[in-house]
């Protein structure tokens, strides 16, 4: 998976595919025509009240594909003093939190030799801490 590069019409579509979800089904529940599902399997973004219909009709969290993204390519946030001084109604979020699909990713970019954990480091602001204990606890994956 491509986390730099989203094209959700392809996923859509893969995730379409792999369920074996007739297009009559789609269709009726998305509320469009076959026309139309072809169209947005092309599209590279989609409005997200769309994509929550593709989330529910398929079982799979397509929001999840751009927090992985956020993770990985988001520039690191400045100080964290102007966060004390202003509250905000919406909900806070960890940006630390690594699914089990970027631990995978990153070691397997360790472990083909496409980048080096110091570049890890680097790259993703991942401590070095973090990085050794996913790959003391994933061993196996790395050889």
């Known amino acids: 998976m491509n986390f730099k590069n989203i ?7 893969t995730r379409v595919f792999e369920s074996g979800i007739e297009l009559s089904r789609i269709c009726q529940f998305m509320k469009c025509s076959e026309e139309e599902i ?3 399997f092309l599209q590279q973004n989609l409005l997200t009240d769309v994509l929550l219909k593709w989330s529910k009709l398929l079982e799979y969290d397509f929001f999840r594909i751009y927090c992985q993204h956020l993770i990985l390519y988001a520039p690191p946030s400045g100080e964290k003093t102007s966060d004390l001084t202003v509250k905000s109604s ?3 979020f960890r940006k630390s939190l690594y699914t089990q699909e970027i631990i995978n990713y990153i070691l397997d970019e360790i472990s083909s030799g496409a980048m080096t954990k110091n570049e890890v480091i680097e790259k993703y602001r991942i401590p070095k801490t973090t990085l050794h204990k996913w790959i003391s606890k994933n061993k196996g994956k790395l050889l």
């Open 7 to 13: 094209h959700i019409g392809n996923i859509i579509e």
């Open 90 to 92: 919406l909900p806070v």
């Open 38 to 40: 072809n169209e947005m």
